[in-house]
């Protein structure tokens, strides 16, 4: 239990940190494509979590990710509420019920279907979806932790030449493409922010 | 809250607090105090942008056993309220439905038809109708 307490309230401390670093940046990205408050609400939803960082720590790991969602889901607004919320929540469930034959990779892979399916969307439609499936594929193959940051920053860049097929961005038809997506790209910095947490991380 | 009266509620939310509240007094005009009528506008700041802990309240607020449908402008109103739904739980969650049509005239449209004593299905056919398939 100790070990998950240090392990969650780290993952808390850096995920903040990194959307608290970028929010403006994520913003920025969201004025050209959408409606600009991407980086807002991000903070949002993790300033929340960081608030209940002491109750969340307390909790074994499974329960502790979907509080998070929850979280989430009732802070971060937008889209992408819904849909972190949804990752957060299926990996918690999946996890809680799953605890004793535990395939992480094949959690997230279902976490990750879940939240395609609340978005209606898929790969390539120029969503977070272009992040988490590319990392996805990397823990499969029992990929380096750094390797993993390295594929999530790849990917995000990569939805700039898409055009964007959901949400406000898929409005402007061509003129999205040329613009890196901000769900994407909000989705790399946690991913490599964690990677690079979890490549330090010695349990006690 | 408003579980015993006999018409189905009416949900209206946007990204805007001005718009949803515009709606919904338009709905009022329309049908007086004859349908559960809540919105909710904007993100938990007041600014533009959604919030799934106002949907929760507003459908509660407008709550009826018959239904209530709930009319979204852009997105994140509908992924926020579908996520507000799942949130109510079964069996409540069945009893509530996300109109695919125009907010304004979808809300005017299904408020006329619940005032009647329609059930949800058929408020939510009539507003639909507004929308090209």
């Known amino acids: ?204 | 809250m408003n579980g015993k009266i006999a018409n189905v509620g009416i949900v209206i939310v946007s990204h805007s607090p001005l718009v949803a509240k515009g709606t919904a007094d338009m709905v009022r005009q329309m049908v007086g105090d004859g349908v559960p009528l809540s919105w909710c506008g904007g993100n938990a700041e007041g600014g533009l942008g959604t919030n799934t802990a106002g949907i929760l309240e507003a459908i509660e607020a407008a709550w009826s056993d018959h239904g209530v449908a709930v009319f979204v402008d852009l997105g994140g109103a509908e992924t926020n309220s579908e996520m507000a739904i799942e949130m109510l739980g079964q069996p409540r969650s069945g009893l509530v439905a996300i109109c695919n049509a125009p907010i304004v005239e979808g809300a005017v449209i299904a408020a006329a038809e619940a005032s009647g004593g329609a059930s949800l299905a058929k408020v939510v056919a009539t507003a639909e109708e507004l929308s090209p398939s």
């Open chain 1, 1 to 204: 239990m100790q070990t998950d307490r240090t392990l969650i309230l780290g993952l808390i401390e850096t995920c903040r940190e990194v959307i608290a670093a970028h929010a403006d940046h994520l913003c920025e990205l969201d004025r050209a494509i959408g409606d600009g408050d991407h980086g807002t609400n991000m903070r949002r939803g993790c300033d929340a979590v960081y608030v209940d960082r002491d109750r969340l720590s307390g909790m074994p790991l499974a329960q502790a990710l979907e509080k998070i969602g929850l979280t989430l889901v009732m802070n971060i607004g937008g889209a992408s509420g819904p849909l972190y919320g949804t990752l957060l929540i299926e990996m918690g469930r999946k996890l809680g019920s799953n605890a004793h034959k535990t395939n992480f990779a094949a959690i997230v892979g279902e976490a990750i279907d879940a939240v395609a399916r609340r978005g209606r969307s898929q790969e390539g439609d120029k969503t977070l979806l272009d992040v988490l499936y590319p990392v996805h594929t990397e823990m499969v193959r029992q990929s380096a932790l750094v390797r993993i940051a390295d594929t999530a920053k790849e990917s995000a860049q990569l939805t700039a030449g898409m055009r964007a097929m959901r949400g406000r961005a898929s409005f402007l038809g061509d003129r999205s493409i040329g613009h890196v997506d901000p769900g994407a790209s909000s989705c790399a910095l946690l991913a490599t922010a964690i990677c690079h947490y979890l490549k330090e991380y010695r349990p006690a």
